[in-house]
Structures are given as C-alpha cells and as structure tokens.
C-alpha cells in the first residue's frame, strides 16, 4: 500500500514538471531540451555529411568505407530529428527554427519524411562502393538539406 501511495506520487510530480507541451502531444520534449536535442542531431548529421561531400566534389580521396559508415550514420540521425520539433515552436534563444515549421507542419514533415527516404536510398547506394552510384542519391540528399533550409531556418 506504502509503495503504491509512493508510486502515484512520483506519476503526479512528473506530470506536474512534464508541462504543457508533453500533455498536448503525448511526448514531446519542451524548451531548451528540445532545441538542445534537435540541434545536437543536426550537428552529428553534419559532421557525417560533409566529409560525404568533400569526397562527391573531389577534395579529399574517395573513402568507400567511410562513405558508407558515415551514410548508414546520417539516415539513421535523420530518423531521429522530427522528435525535436513536435509540440514546438519552443521557448529559447538559441535556435534558428522559423515558426513556419510549425505553422507548415505537414509541410515540414513531409520534408523530413524524404530527408529519411533519400538518406536511406543514399546509405544502400553506398553499400556498393562506388562513387558513380552515390553521386546521384548524394545530391539528392543534400537538396533535401537546402529545401527546409530555405523554407524553414532563418537565414
Ligand atoms: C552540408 C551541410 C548542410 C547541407 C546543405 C546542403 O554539408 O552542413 O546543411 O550540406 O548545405 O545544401
């Protein structure tokens, strides 16, 4: 009896702390915890991604394996994103997300939806090993990139 008293408790303090945020959607992270984690996996995708370019554009030595670990890494980090913006837009200073994303939702997630497809055509591209087979599904990726850039983070 202790215990369960105990464990309702411990469910209502979180629900207390968790906010308006987390109650609207379900799950979403609020504020800074969000913006930190969103940031965080863009950062990771391009620290993958750009050495991926360098190698498409001829700076530095095609890697074939490198290309396609780092590949396998950013469609797996595209996968995550998304979380990051649900339940947004998110009080905080440090971000460059315009509120178009939210006000474009279906918009940003269909972009999100083909930054997953693409990275993912992009990581089985690479399991081939060959730089003419991943040019294509590179650039295509990296549009996708440009695409919510333009729509969707201040300048
Ligand atoms: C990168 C990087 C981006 C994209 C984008 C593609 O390497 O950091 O944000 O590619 O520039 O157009």
Redo the contacts with the bound molecule.
Sequence with gaps: MRRLIASGAVLAATLLTAGPAAAQSGQAMSGEDAIEYRRAVFEVI?GN??PM?AMVEGKIDYDAERFARNAERVAALSRMALEGFEGGPHAGEDTEALDAIWDQWEKFQQGMQQLQERAQALASAAEGGELSQVRGPFVEV?DT??GC?DNFREE
């Design positions: 391009a991604f750009k370019g990296a990139c440009k850039h």
